[in-house]
């Protein structure tokens, strides 16, 4: 006797409770108990590498449990960090990873959070800057690690220049948040020393 064949469709359709409605342009990828991930936009199954294509397209997307409808997209989005981070050239020595799981759990964790996630935003604004000034002078598809350390000693005044500003704005956004937690601090324990910013 022929078996019939679970479409994905008729898998979602048996859960019960209903998928959060999605964000406009907001591209929904569902996760089955087998571990494969389902496009809904083009109604065919993915992988990691095709969800990394996405990440790095720019592709607004969420992944989804097909059964509970549960956000599952920051742990596809660790996968992908972890199959880079053991397959490749890591960007996370392991002091730093060490450092950042020491954060869990602290009273820092979400000051933390904040920090490394606002640095991380300028880093990309500099990265952004320095590829629109090397227009016209490589082909963006050839800019291996090799030819963008070479592009990047022969601009290096203007490298200098912008990575002072990253650190001083990193300075600053540190500093900020100590403020934060001195006021804070104040309100909840009044008579308490406050943070004394250092001279610049």
């Known amino acids: 006797m022929a078996q019939t064949r679970r479409t994905p469709s008729a898998e979602g359709n048996a859960s019960k409770d209903a998928?959060?409605?999605?964000?406009?342009?907001?591209?929904?990828?569902?996760?089955?108990?087998n571990r494969r991930l389902y496009?809904?936009?083009t109604s065919s199954y993915i992988t990691l590498v095709d969800v990394k294509k996405m990440v790095l397209a720019g592709?607004?997307?969420?992944?989804?449990?097909?059964?509970?409808?549960?956000?599952?997209?920051?742990?596809?989005l660790l996968q992908i960090i972890l199959e880079e981070e053991t397959g490749g050239v890591p960007i996370f020595s392991t002091q730093m990873?060490?450092?950042?799981?020491?954060?869990y759990g602290h009273s820092m964790q979400g000051m933390m959070g904040?920090?490394?996630?606002?640095?991380?935003?300028?880093?990309?604004?500099?990265q952004a800057r320095i590829s629109e000034q090397s227009k016209g002078l490589y082909d963006p598809k050839a800019m291996t690690p090799e030819v963008w350390n070479q592009f990047l000693v022969g601009q290096a005044p203007v490298v200098q220049g912008l990575m002072g500003n990253y650190l001083?704005?990193?300075?600053n956004m540190f500093l900020q948040m100590q403020e934060q937690m001195s006021k804070q601090a104040e309100t909840l324990f009044p008579g308490m020393p406050g943070f004394v910013p250092p001279k610049r």
């Open 114 to 126: 904040s920090y490394l996630e606002k640095n991380l935003q300028t880093f990309t604004d500099i």
């Open 39 to 41: 496009d809904t936009q």
């Open 19 to 33: 998928p959060p409605p999605a964000t406009p342009g907001e591209r929904i990828l569902k996760k089955y108990p």
């Open 168 to 171: 001083e704005q990193s300075k």
């Open 97 to 103: 990873l060490s450092q950042v799981i020491r954060f």
């Open 59 to 76: 592709q607004a997307f969420v992944v989804r449990d097909a059964k509970t409808s549960e956000d599952l997209t920051r742990s596809i």
